[in-house]
């Protein structure tokens, strides 16, 4: 069974970076288009970023020239880096498996269906 384990958060001032890893324990990783996801605390789950088995990104308007999604194949993991890390960036982020066949631009929640426990980013003022 694949699962997903997201690493890396923490809590950070405003302006810092961090960089998040999520692992993949199963095989054929470099065949999945991967995303990232966040939840603020009494805020619906966003998407944040997607990269694809070619490595194609697409991000949220909100991040946009701050975070970049990347992958390692040879080491099952996609990260996020984060920079110019505001206040409102603090959230849960989750990593998951984008299911096959949906366009670059499609990501709503229930186009994803193998997802992370999440880690806590905090980013203080």
């Known amino acids: 069974q694949v699962q997903l384990v997201e690493s890396g958060g923490g809590l950070v001032q405003a302006g810092d970076s961090l960089r998040l890893a999520c692992a993949h324990s199963?095989?054929?990783?470099?065949?999945?288009?991967m995303g990232w996801f966040r939840q603020a605390p009494g805020k619906e789950r966003e998407f944040v970023a997607t990269?694809?088995?070619?490595?194609?990104?697409y991000y949220a308007d909100s991040v946009k020239g701050r975070f970049a999604i990347s992958r390692d194949n040879a080491k099952n993991t996609v990260y996020l880096q984060m920079n110019s890390l505001k206040p409102e960036d603090t959230a849960v982020y989750y990593c998951a498996i984008k299911r096959p066949g949906l366009g670059i631009r499609s990501n709503t929640q229930t186009n994803y269906d193998v997802w992370g426990q999440g880690t806590q980013v905090t980013v203080s003022t």
């Open positions: 990269i694809t088995f070619a490595g194609s990104t």
């Open positions: 199963g095989r054929s990783f470099s065949n999945y288009n």
